[in-house]
């Protein structure tokens, strides 16, 4: 069973930064495609980004290219989540999730083990 969990949310201003980071034990972290999603209040979970588990294939969703960056360390089981250019309608709930088909998809159905989730908060 693979446990994952999220650190590093927490309440900042428009144009600020933040990075997240999740880490997982037990399972095979480095064979694992890694992704980050969001829920806001009232709305449903959303992807946000998702890397393989070489780190050779990345993918983001339109309403955070350019500002949020992926990366992971598989020697320290660890994926993380820089964003920039933080805006209030970033705010939400932020899980790291695991898919140990090792196909790169964006759809939550997909993942296999969640995280317990880290809020971000963005003020005006």
């Known amino acids: 069973q693979v446990q994952l969990v999220e650190s590093g949310g927490g309440l900042v201003q428009a144009g600020g930064s933040l990075r997240v980071s999740c880490a997982a034990s037990?399972?095979?972290?480095?064979?694992?495609?890694m992704g980050w999603f969001r829920q806001a209040p009232g709305k449903e979970r959303e992807f946000v980004t998702v890397?393989?588990?070489?780190?050779?294939?990345?993918y983001y969703a339109d309403s955070v290219k350019g500002r949020f960056t992926i990366s992971r360390d598989n020697a320290k089981n660890t994926v993380y989540l820089q964003m920039n250019s933080l805006k209030p309608e970033d705010t939400a709930v932020y899980y790291c999730?695991?898919?140990?088909?090792?196909?790169?998809?964006?759809?939550?159905?997909?993942?296999?083990?969640w995280g317990q989730g880290t809020q971000v908060t963005v003020s005006s």
């Open positions: 999730a695991a898919d140990t088909s090792r196909v790169v998809r964006t759809t939550p159905t997909a993942y296999d083990y």
């Open positions: 037990r399972g095979t972290f480095s064979s694992y495609a």
């Open positions: 890397i393989s588990w070489s780190g050779d294939r990345i």
